[in-house]
């Protein structure tokens, strides 16, 4: 896997378009997460290990991508993806070893490079923050 990202990372498309891949990146794994949030119930089986297939390798590239580029990390926060990460640790994630990993990853280097507030994580309304 690291060896497939690290050809991206080196890729004409992703040298000349950085910033673009990277935000798209993190639109493709919001929206994935949407649509299984809003389909659980209907995806069953094969899709919904599709859907989860396609998080694992987009949080891997976004890992891979944000231990050399701070900005990465930085636009992660600014896109509010966050908490999309944190709903995936504690729903999509159930029994996948796999995901939970690099997403605890991701997210453990986003809070390397900058400290998260309750807004970042999008718990400011809920009853469980401890302050």
């Known amino acids: 896997m690291e ?3 690290a050809a991206l990372f080196r890729s004409q498309l992703f040298v000349q378009n950085a910033d673009k891949v990277r ?3 993190i639109d493709i794994a919001k929206t994935v997460h949407l649509l299984c949030a809003r389909t659980a119930r209907l995806m069953r089986g094969e899709k919904e290990l599709v859907a ?3 998080l694992h390798i ?3 590239l976004l890992f891979l ?3 050399t580029e701070l900005e990465t990390l930085r636009k992660i926060r600014k ?3 966050i908490p999309t990460m944190v709903n995936v640790l504690w729903r999509r994630a159930r029994g996948d070893t796999d995901l939970q990993f ?6 453990f280097e986003v809070c390397r490079s900058e ?3 309750e807004e970042d994580l999008g718990t400011q309304n809920r009853c469980c923050v401890v302050s």
Do not use: A
């Not at 690099?102 to 997210?107: D, P």
């Open 65 to 67: 991508d944000g231990q």
């Open 79 to 81: 896109t509010k993806c």
């Open 58 to 60: 987009i949080y891997w």
């Open 52 to 54: 989860v297939n396609c």
């Open 23 to 25: 935000y798209e990146l």
């Open 3 to 5: 060896r497939c990202c």
């Open 102 to 107: 690099v997403t605890l990853e991701l997210m």
């Open 115 to 117: 400290r998260l507030g």
